[in-house]
């Protein structure tokens, strides 16, 4: 059996529960978490930001000695860079969304000039647009990483979100621009639009194009071609994978890293080095237990969404993190909801908008009531809340 040094991030408490639908409480977080830091994965993912209770499990664990392994997910903003800091942790992972199709979305000159105001990137966007919306990306990036890994003394990683539908030169050119910072990229086929053969290729080409660059895959299963996906990104010479214990995750899942540990190991004969495999079985009962699972490739339950930051896309550009046309997006409402989960609900599908301070009152509201009642809340729920006057 050949041992091979690669790594292996865990996203099994932040990407997979932001499964629309699952809720996982402190003590049951707390237990996954060291469940899963017996396998010997590499770097254990939480998302403190959201609320309270993810601060208070990041300075749990912190204290326990974990400081080393814990990698906070953090938005763009010194701001937050400098929270995830006062938590304790050492290594961060930074992301932002690098396609020109969430570019446009988010990008904050873009979104005050009135000629693009419902535009998506489908809209024959001029050329001019498009290049000043990528330099503003570099720009913003490079200034976070800088501060993150040269004034906040950090260690950082980099995500890439919607990687595999970023233009292929424009992310070559920030691999080439950002690496001095970052110790490890993760490339995210965020809506799971690759196939194997494509994987491939990619992550070669990449590879040729910017030589010694440690990159990382994080690839979802809309398709059904995680697994695959991930194998062949590692055959072509990735060398980090990110992913989650049984596949949970937003829409179809992630790839689930029981799968690609011992798809490694019987497929190829390849253990990876530090990794207890004795161990991965302890998690996937324990989970099993939970009673969660992904939604099926290509069903409609894949279109249910709860993370605000998706949806906030969503509501300007249904192609953002919906691949399926065919399909009806249905919010739901939790933890990880934004102010936009209500936006979608009251201007979309209801055709009422409210002010911006009620939809903040409600996010606040169904946070709170989310964490006490470990549970999620579908529209009709938050409609009937509504109706009952509990957002007042």
Avoid at 19 to 32: D, S
Avoid at 278 to 299: F, H, N, W
Wanted: a negative charge; charged letters at 25%; glycine letters at 6%.
């Amino acid at each position: 059996m050949e041992t091979v040094s690669l790594k292996i991030y865990d996203e099994t408490l932040r990407d997979g529960e932001q499964q629309a639908g699952i809720f996982l409480p402190y003590p049951t977080k707390h237990k996954l978490a060291h469940l899963i830091r017996q396998t010997g994965v590499h770097g254990l993912a939480i998302m403190p930001a959201v609320c309270q209770q993810e601060e208070e499990l990041v300075k749990s664990l912190v204290i326990d000695g974990w400081s080393d392994l814990i990698t906070a997910s953090t938005m763009m903003g010194k701001e937050y860079i400098d929270k995830a800091k006062n938590y304790g942790v050492k290594r961060i992972i930074l992301f932002l969304g690098l396609s020109d199709r969430l570019l446009f979305l988010r990008d904050p000159e873009v979104r005050l000039m009135s000629e693009f105001k419902g535009k998506t990137i489908d809209d024959n966007i001029p050329a001019k647009i498009i290049n000043k919306i990528r330099q503003n990306a570099i720009d913003l990036v490079v200034e976070n990483l800088h501060y993150a890994s040269r004034i906040a003394g950090l260690r950082v990683d980099f995500a890439v979100e919607d990687a595999s539908r970023a233009d292929f030169d424009y992310l070559v050119q920030c691999i080439r621009s950002f690496s001095p910072y970052i110790e490890n990229w993760l490339l995210c086929d965020t809506v799971g639009i690759l196939n194997p053969e494509k994987s491939y290729i990619w992550i070669n080409d990449l590879l040729q194009s910017a030589p010694g660059v440690a990159l990382g895959v994080h690839y979802h299963n809309d398709m059904g071609m995680a697994l695959e996906n991930t194998l062949q990104s590692l055959m072509a010479g990735a060398t980090l994978v990110s992913g989650t214990f049984c596949g949970l995750g937003e829409r179809a899942g992630n790839v689930a890293l029981e799968q690609v540990l011992n798809g490694l190991r019987i497929r190829f004969g390849m253990e990876v080095e530090g990794i207890n495999y004795d161990a991965i079985v302890a998690v996937t009962d324990y989970i099993e237990k939970l009673g969660v699972r992904p939604a099926p490739p290509y069903s409609q339950s894949t279109q249910r969404h709860e993370s605000g930051i998706h949806v906030n896309s969503l509501f300007s550009d249904p192609k953002s993190y919906a691949v399926f046309p065919y399909n009806t997006i249905e919010v739901v409402f939790g933890k990880w909801s934004g102010v936009s989960n209500f936006q979608y609900l009251f201007e979309k599908q209801l055709q009422n908008p409210q002010p911006r301070e009620k939809y903040e009152k409600m996010r606040s509201t169904i946070k709170s009531l989310a964490i006490e009642q470990e549970r999620y809340f579908t529209a009709c729920e938050v409609l009937e809340l509504w109706k009952n006057g509990i957002f007042e």
